[in-house]
C-alpha cells in the first residue's frame, strides 16, 4: 500500500510541470490525496487536497489560480498541474492520504497523513 510522487524537474520561472501521485494497493475512491511539499530548511506545507470525484478540492493561497489537481480513477493516479511556476515553489514535492473519501476540514492547514508514509517524493527545481 503506497503513494509514489513523480514527474519532478528543473524549470525556469514560468514554465509549468505535472506530478504524478500514483497508489498502488488501494482505490483512490475512498480517499484524500493531499499534496504537500518541503523546501529546503523549511516545514512541510500543505499544498492542495483533493477527494470526491474531484469536487472537493482546496489550495494554498500560495498555489490558488497557479496549480491545479485532478484525479484519473481508471489509472488510479492523481496530478498536480503547476503553472506560472516561481523559484518559491521549488520544494521536494509528496502526496499523501489525508482523510476518508473527503479533505479534512476546508484549507490546507487542516491536512496531515492519516495512513502509508511519505515516500521519497519528487523534487522540483524553478530556477532561471
Known amino acids: 500500500v503506497q503513494l509514489q510522487a513523480s514527474g519532478g524537474g528543473l524549470v525556469q520561472p514560468g514554465d509549468s510541470l505535472r506530478l504524478s501521485c500514483t497508489a498502488s494497493?488501494?482505490?483512490?475512491?475512498?480517499?484524500?490525496i493531499g499534496w504537500f511539499r518541503q523546501a529546503p530548511g523549511k516545514d512541510r506545507e500543505g499544498v492542495a487536497c483533493i477527494s470526491d470525484g474531484d469536487a472537493n478540492t482546496y489550495y494554498a493561497d500560495s498555489v490558488v489560480g497557479r496549480f491545479t489537481a485532478s484525479t484519473e480513477y481508471a489509472k488510479n493516479t492523481v496530478y498536480l498541474q503547476m503553472n506560472s511556476l516561481k523559484p518559491e515553489d521549488t520544494a521536494v514535492y509528496y502526496c499523501?492520504?489525508?482523510?476518508?473519501?473527503?479533505?479534512?476540514?476546508?484549507?490546507?492547514?487542516?491536512?496531515?497523513?492519516?495512513?502509508?508514509?511519505w515516500g521519497q517524493g519528487t523534487q522540483v527545481t524553478v530556477s532561471s
Open positions: 499523501a492520504r489525508v482523510g476518508r473519501f473527503r479533505c479534512p476540514g476546508t484549507t490546507v492547514r487542516a491536512m496531515s497523513i492519516i495512513s502509508g508514509s
Open positions: 494497493g488501494f482505490t483512490l475512491d475512498y480517499y484524500a
